[in-house]
């Protein structure tokens, strides 16, 4: 069954330092989603991406982040001056319409 | 926005009772309605979801309700066993062409106590 990977698993980074997540969804999934959940939180909508745009940003997603699709696999995640609130795991998601699948995830440390 | 409630935050039940979480939205567009569970450090996986134009959906165990007037759907968990133990999360998605927005509620912690 396909899945939507993630990677990396882990990653460390020092405050004020570019960080990029990286997803591959599934490939004939249309929508793309990023989502973020602070440890024992709930899980965060960030941003949907569909052709080739951004469809929806909360308002969490601000001029920090941004997202890329550079190719037909990869969809990525920057964040370009990482704060110590950003430490989360970070989950990507794809679907058609409708049913997202998540990837496992990316748990970003700022130190 | 769209504001999403979930209640309770936690639940203990005996294995083999049955287990009720609620959730209520605000925003009358929303018309997909995903429940996921989520075990420590993995990622939420679904479980169910029901969409506006079905009132009930059922799943060997597992049920959903939903109540568009009161705006309310509750997941329903009958003959919970111990593997049901994990975090519940229930979700609220507007499916209208390239806008898609999906608001998570809080969470319930499910404890099946064997």
């Known amino acids: 069954e396909p899945e939507v990977t993630q990677t990396p698993s882990h990653q460390v980074t020092q405050m004020g330092q570019e960080v990029i997540l990286r997803c591959v969804p599934i490939?004939?999934?249309?929508?793309f989603y990023w989502y973020r959940q602070i440890l024992g939180q709930k899980v965060e909508f960030l941003v949907s991406f569909y052709n080739n745009e951004i469809s929806e940003k909360s308002e969490i997603f601000d001029d920090q982040f941004s997202v890329e699709r550079p190719d037909g696999s990869n969809f990525t995640l920057k964040i370009r001056s990482t704060k110590l609130e950003d430490s989360a795991m970070y989950f990507c998601?794809?679907?058609?319409?409708?049913?997202?699948?998540f990837g496992p995830g990316t748990r970003l440390l700022v130190l | 926005g769209e504001n999403v409630e979930q209640h309770p935050s936690t639940l203990s039940v005996q294995e083999g009772d049955s287990a009720v979480i609620k959730c209520t939205y605000s925003?009358?567009?929303?018309?997909?309605f995903p429940w996921y569970k989520q075990e420590l450090g993995k990622r939420p996986q679904l479980i169910i979801d029901i969409r506006s134009n079905v009132g009930e959906k059922k799943d060997q165990r597992i049920a959903v309700t939903l109540n568009k007037t009161a705006k309310h759907f509750s997941l329903h968990i009958t003959e919970t066993q111990p593997e049901d133990s994990a975090v519940y999360f229930c979700?609220?998605?507007?499916?209208?062409?390239?806008?898609?927005?999906?608001?998570f509620g809080t969470g319930t912690k499910l404890q099946v106590i064997p």
């Open positions: 925003d009358s567009a929303s018309n997909y």
């Open positions: 490939s004939n999934h249309l929508y």
């Open positions: 998601a794809s679907s058609t319409l409708e049913t997202q699948y």
């Open positions: 979700a609220v998605k507007i499916n209208s062409g390239g806008y898609q927005k999906v608001t």
